[in-house]
Every structure is written in structure tokens, then in C-alpha cells.
């Protein structure tokens, strides 16, 4: 499974840039890895795994902006098409994480 974390979040005033900040170096310390921006994923070893993942990002949600959590798996991430300007690229897949039980 893939947890995939896309964010909109303001950054007009002082506290709202603090708040983002944050958020992402929360994000970062969990094992995500930035994808585009704001736009961050994690590889999970389970629905289970995933879930936990998931609890933990609601627990840090920033007090404004927008934030989506989707779940896809190997496959339907192996199928995205990513483009940089009109030529397909490659999708930079992060490293795989070693999870000691």
C-alpha cells in the first residue's frame, strides 16, 4: 500500500507558515518522502500498517488549510504516468524501508 498525504495549506501570516512547517516535518519524521509539493507518500507493508500511518497524520493536522489522505496499492502506483513537461518520465520511487516487527 501507498499513503499518499496532498495538503493546501495557507502561509499568509506568521503562525499559518509555523503551522506548515510543522506539519511537513511531521510528515517527515513518520517515512514520508515529498512527491510533488505538497504532495507527500509512504510505503506501507499493509492495510493495517497503513491505517496506523493514517491515525497518526490526523493527530497533527494543522488547525487550517485542506488535507486529503488516499490509499492506493503497488499496482495502482505502479500505473501512474508522470510527465515533466510534455515527455513522459519515470516515477522516482522512493527507496524501500526495511520494518523490523
Not at 14 to 30: C, N, Q, S
Not at 48 to 63: C, D, G, Q, T, Y
Request: aromatic share 12%; proline share 5%.
Amino acid at each position: 500500500m501507498w499513503v499518499l498525504v496532498l495538503f493546501d495549506l495557507p502561509t499568509e501570516t506568521k503562525k499559518e507558515r509555523k503551522a506548515y512547517a510543522l506539519f511537513r516535518k511531521r510528515l517527515i519524521e513518520d517515512g514520508f518522502t515529498m512527491f510533488q509539493f505538497s504532495i507527500y507518500i509512504r510505503h506501507t507493508m499493509s492495510r493495517e500498517n497503513a491505517n496506523a500511518h493514517i491515525r497518526r497524520v490526523k493527530s497533527f493536522l494543522p488547525p487550517t488549510g485542506k488535507v486529503c489522505i488516499i490509499c492506493i496499492t503497488d499496482k495502482q502506483f505502479a500505473d501512474i504516468e508522470l510527465f515533466y513537461g510534455t515527455k513522459p518520465a519515470a516515477v522516482n520511487t522512493p527507496g524501500q524501508q526495511l520494518e523490523l516487527f
